[in-house]
């Protein structure tokens, strides 16, 4: 079946501007996982969700980011007022406990702030 | 709290030499261990992991790693790599108690002809 996708593959946006990030996890995977890779600080956890509610922020560098998953299925990652720094790829990964909970990674949205 | 220090940020090896990549460890609770790869500009995949059970563990394309709980490590190895293994490797750690992974800065891999 499909992997984990993710859209837009590269946005380019300008300092101060929102951007939405999306995640279409594996079919029937209860959880989803976002992560953070950029320069000098390697792969970051930002944030999980098991269903629609999301039991781990802690990752969430500020409040600037917010996330958010309907329906089971998608989640939307949004960075309002983009600064400089969050230029990174962020990836997003879907598990299930019938798959032992493996993290399949989808293959990164790559987010460049001018 | 769990980190994961890989030692080496650069290995080059020439192709058909054995190949060490070092991941240590930290935590105050049990963890699981994995390593991962990313192939240039492709997601990361799963390469082999740790859960319970036999401490020497292999994975795809031939890599295996062992599990040393008293020296808090998990090393991946491989006897004799291709020119196909360049790619940036991560050793990541989840406590049992969590869902979400700690990944060290990773280890990029360089194999010349």
């Known amino acids: 079946g499909a992997g984990v996708s993710q859209s837009p593959s590269n946005k380019v946006t300008e300092k101060g501007k929102d951007v939405e990030l999306r995640c279409d996890p594996i079919s029937g995977h209860t959880a989803l996982y976002w992560y953070r890779q950029s320069l000098g600080q390697g792969l970051e956890f930002l944030i999980y969700?098991?269903?629609?509610?999301?039991?781990?922020k802690s990752g969430l560098p500020s409040d600037r980011f917010s996330a958010e998953r309907t329906g089971g299925s998608v989640s939307t990652l949004t960075i309002q007022r983009t600064q400089q720094e969050d230029s990174a790829v962020y990836l997003c990964?879907?598990?299930?406990?019938?798959?032992?909970?493996?993290?399949?990674f989808g293959p990164g949205t790559r987010l460049t702030v001018l | 709290a769990q980190s994961v220090t890989q030692l080496d940020s650069q290995v080059p090896v020439f192709e058909e030499a054995p190949v060490e990549l070092r991941c240590n460890y930290s935590?105050?609770?049990?963890?699981?261990l994995f390593w991962y790869v990313q192939y240039p500009n492709q997601g990361l995949q799963l390469l082999l992991k740790y859960l319970s059970g036999s401490t020497l563990v292999k994975g795809i394309n031939g890599f295996e790693a062992e599990f040393n709980k008293s020296q808090t490590s998990f090393h991946l190895r491989k006897p004799s790599v291709h020119i196909s293994d360049t790619a940036e490797y991560f050793c990541a750690v989840r406590a049992m108690n969590t869902d979400k992974l700690i990944f060290g800065t990773g280890t990029r891999l360089q194999v010349f002809p």
């Open positions: 969700f098991q269903g629609n509610s999301a039991p781990d």
């Open positions: 935590s105050s609770v049990s963890v699981y």
């Open positions: 990964a879907s598990s299930s406990r019938d798959a032992g909970n493996e993290q399949f």
